[in-house]
Structure formats: C-alpha cells, structure tokens
C-alpha cells in the first residue's frame, strides 16, 4: 500500500497560476504554501494513518450515542489544539481570518488523506458563515467561539424519509415555546449527528414553522445541551450502513420537544441553508478531486513498479510501458488536475467577490464534474492494477466506495444538471458564463475554446427554444463542462512552466 502524500505542488500551482488567487491584493502565495506544508505533515503522519482502520472498524451506536473508531478522537483532539478549525473564521471570534482559498487546500488534503474524519469536521466553516450572515450578535457571541477552538462540531439537518431533494415536503415542526421554539420530528441521513470527538454539537436544522410549502421553512440552532446543561431532546435512532465512509457516522435522528433558536427570519430558512448547503458543494467538489488525485499517486506508483511483459525490443517492462496503462495513468491525471483548476477558479472568483452570477454558474458543473472524476479515477485506477486494485490491500476499492456518495449527496449530480439548464443557462449566470469563456478565448486564441463556445451557444439557445430543457440537462452539462475544460488547459499550457515538473503538465494539455 502507498501511503498517502498530499499534492501540495499540484495544488498551489493550481490556485496561484491557474486560478489566479496571485492576482489578489490578500493572497500571500508563499504563506499559503507554509500553511499547506505544515497541514499536509499532519495529514500525512496522523490523519491518513487512521483511515484504513477506521474503515474497517466503522462507528458503533451505544445505549443512544455514537462512538467513533479507535484513534480518531485523538487525532481530532491534536487537530483542534493546532487551531485548524479556526483558519477561516473571523478574528474577533478568535479565528485566524485567512479566507476560502486556505481552506480550498486543507480541505482538500483532508479529503484525500481521511474522507470519512473530513466529512464529521468539514461543516464548521459553513456554520460559521451562516451564523455571521442570519445571525444575531447574541447567536455569533455564544455560538462561534466554540466552532472556533474545535470544542463544538456542527451539523446539517436537512433530509427526511420523505423529503430527500424535495424539500417542500419537510414535516419536522419547530413551535414557539417558554425558552424559544421546540422542534419534533425526524431527520435522516445526517452526517455526524453524533460523535464522540467534541465536547458538544450544534445541529442547524431546517423545520416547518407554517403549511405555506417552501416559505413555511425556517431555520433552527439547536445545541446538544439545553440552557440548564441537560442532554437536549435528540435521540439517535440509527447509524446507517454504508458501501463507504464507513467512519463517518450516517445518523438517523429523532428530535422530541429539543429546544432551539430561530436564525434569520421565519419562513426564510431555505436561502439561509444555502450558505451553508453551497459552502458544502465547494467541499464535495474538492472531495471529488481528492479521491481522483489519490487514485492517480497509487496506481502511478504501482504501475511505475510492476513489471509485466516485453517492450518492442524484448526487454521485460514495467506496467507504464505499456501505452494502454499511460492512456489511463494520463486520464486520471487529466481529472484530477482538470477538476482541481474549476474547483479553484470558483473559489477565486467567490474570493475577488462582484461576480456572484459566474461562481453561482460555477459551481453544479464544478460539483458534478469533480465528482464524477473522482469516480472514474478510482475506476480506472483499479484497471491500472489488474486483479491487485480488486483486492483491498492498495486500497482503491475503498476510494471508490468512499467517492461514490460525492454524486448523491449535496443534490444528486443529475438535479445540479436540471438546474444549469432550466435555471441558471437561461438567464443572466449563463450571459456570465457566455462572457468569462469570451474572454478566456481573447486570451487564448487559437485555442479549442473558440469551437467549444460556437457548440455551447448553440446547445444554449436550443435550451432556450426547447418546451422542456430538462430533458436536454445531462448533454448540456456535458457540454459545458468541456467549454470549460477548454478554458482551464489553455491557462494550464500558457502557465505550465510555472509547475515544479513541466514536462507532465504539457504532457497533459496535449491530449
């Protein structure tokens, strides 16, 4: 087995000379590295470690609370005392201050190294940027300093047994009380619902507060203890058995009278999910480019090693000798470093700010794109290995049962597709997109986008014209993604040198 090794050179070439995070008056190239350096040593000698037992041990649902696999609370402990969970929150609630793009590369490394640890840790910086934006000084004084130092871990509570993307259908109630509102019902699916890592949890949860559909939802704060310091009214009922993510407590939830505190207005607690809901498909991307990043080293490593047949002039040959395993290795890598630079591109552009249409365009194809490679890379990964990559032991069997929930949740690819045709494409994020793909061929001429954005106007204005786009989605998703795509490796050729290895990187726009 190899173990893992973060790729931090891909990774800041990606966002410094791709992306162009150097183009902004904050970013600090060289103390983004430090940072990245000094997080990919932990990953690599305490994160990644854990993730192979952990996924053979799973989490254990005992008289009502979840434990984690042996180790783990250990290694969270190490993670919150090193001040990880405080990077990107604001200074005055005792974080660090330091923007989306340093957590575009820890989340990432993160991933890679541990999905499943990832997946209980990796919703505080969206609950912060909730709370900061719906919610009162009192409810920011109280509820980010904890998120802040790692004593409190948060969690989305979203999906019920009917109502799963619909969320017009949520039946969990919240009604006004003594000490605030009362919520009763159930929540599935929620990841983290319990652990034993920290001391406390807040779960923000979306409940129906009137009969009147989507505007009858609202959104709740809702700690783990009361006020008095009692275990609040929230019952685990199950922990779910997954193909992955196998240390990542899948939790069925039942909130019996549990106190809570309204954030944001009443009847408005969709848009105020969606900061958090849109923070997490930023993550679920990079998740997608973790896995495809990590199929890569190993089947490259393996491939590199194992010798198997004869070259043209007879001599015994290793696995990349074979033209057949480079198309792959080279494929792999192509999604990998593809999906890192959209990835990038949105979080820059989330970062410069004054561009919402654009990143909000950005980001489905971002999201399905990343997460259908990390799929394909595991796939082909396994390919690379032969009969070895079927087997556990190198560990690209659980890279894909890990991925595969990337495409499902956070909206299923296939309604992130439904949206970019009927929703965004249609009106002004897609005269955004129309623009930046117009610039980037200014910038680039002679390039592949000037075909790739002649076919997307097309396919653009058929969706306009169609009686129901939605049966168009998939192909138009398809074909933006290669529009983009086209945009990204003309930067990556025009920026290649720049990459500690060159050669690979060119290598790569070739193709």
Not at 71 to 82: I, L, N, P, T
Request: hydrophobic share 40%; proline share 5%.
């Amino acid at each position: 087995m190899k173990p893992f090794q973060a790729p931090i050179e891909d990774i800041l070439f990606s966002l410094n000379h791709v992306a162009g995070a150097n183009g902004l008056a904050t970013w600090d190239a060289e103390f983004a590295a430090e940072i990245g350096g000094h997080f990919a040593a932990f990953a690599e000698g305490e994160i990644a470690p854990l993730d192979e037992p952990g996924d053979l041990q799973g989490c254990r649902l005992e008289n009502g609370r979840v434990s984690m696999p042996d180790g783990f609370a250990e290694v969270y402990r190490a993670y919150a005392e090193q001040g990880w969970p405080s990077l990107t929150v604001p200074e005055e609630y005792g974080g660090q201050g330091m923007g989306g793009l340093i957590h575009a590369i820890t989340s990432e490394v993160f991933s890679g190294a541990n999905h499943s640890l990832q997946m209980v840790t990796g919703l505080v910086p969206g609950a912060v940027r909730t709370i900061l934006r719906f919610g009162t000084d009192d409810q920011k004084a109280r509820y980010i300093p904890p998120l802040t130092s790692g004593e409190t871990l948060a969690t989305m509570c979203l999906t019920e047994p009917g109502a799963g993307s619909d969320l017009s259908r949520v039946r969990c109630k919240a009604e006004p009380s003594k000490k605030g509102w009362s919520i009763t019902g159930e929540k599935i699916f929620i990841s983290g619902g319990d652990q034993d890592l920290s001391e406390r949890i807040l779960h923000l949860v979306l409940a129906r507060t009137s009969d009147d559909g989507i505007k009858g939802l609202s959104l709740f704060l809702c700690p783990c203890t009361r006020t008095d310091g009692s275990r609040n009214s929230v019952t685990i009922t199950r922990i779910e058995e997954k193909m992955g993510l196998h240390a990542s407590p899948t939790c069925q939830m039942a909130f019996d009278g549990a106190e809570a505190e309204l954030i944001g207005e009443e009847g408005k607690g969709l848009a105020a999910m969606f900061t958090m809901m849109n923070h997490a498909r930023a993550d679920v991307a990079l998740q997608g480019v973790a896995h495809a990043a990590r199929a890569c080293d190993i089947a490259s490593a393996y491939a590199a090693e194992r010798t198997q047949g004869r070259g043209p002039d007879g001599a015994p040959i290793t696995l990349d000798g074979h033209a057949d395993v480079r198309r792959m290795l080279t494929e792999i890598d192509r999604l990998a470093v593809g999906g890192r630079a959209i990835s990038h591109l949105a979080f820059v552009l989330m970062e410069q700010g004054g561009n919402s249409e654009l990143v909000d365009f950005l980001t489905p194809v971002a999201k399905v794109f990343c997460t259908e490679a990390g799929m394909r890379g595991a796939e082909l990964g396994m390919q690379v290995l032969g009969g070895y990559g079927y087997l556990k032991e190198y560990r690209l069997e659980q890279t894909y049962r890990d991925c595969r929930i990337t495409a499902i949740y956070e909206g299923a690819n296939g309604i992130h597709e439904r949206v970019l045709a009927t929703r965004l494409a249609p009106g002004h994020p897609g005269d955004a997109f129309a623009a930046f793909v117009e610039a980037e061929l200014a910038s680039h001429p002679g390039t592949r986008i000037e075909n790739a954005l002649t076919e997307w106007k097309a396919s653009r204005q058929q969706l306009q014209e169609a009686p129901d786009a939605s049966i168009l989605a998939h192909g138009f998703m398809q074909q933006t993604i290669d529009t983009l795509l086209a945009c990204v490796w003309a930067r990556i050729a025009w920026v290649a040198d720049e990459h500690p290895n060159p050669a690979r990187m060119k290598r790569l726009c070739d193709r």
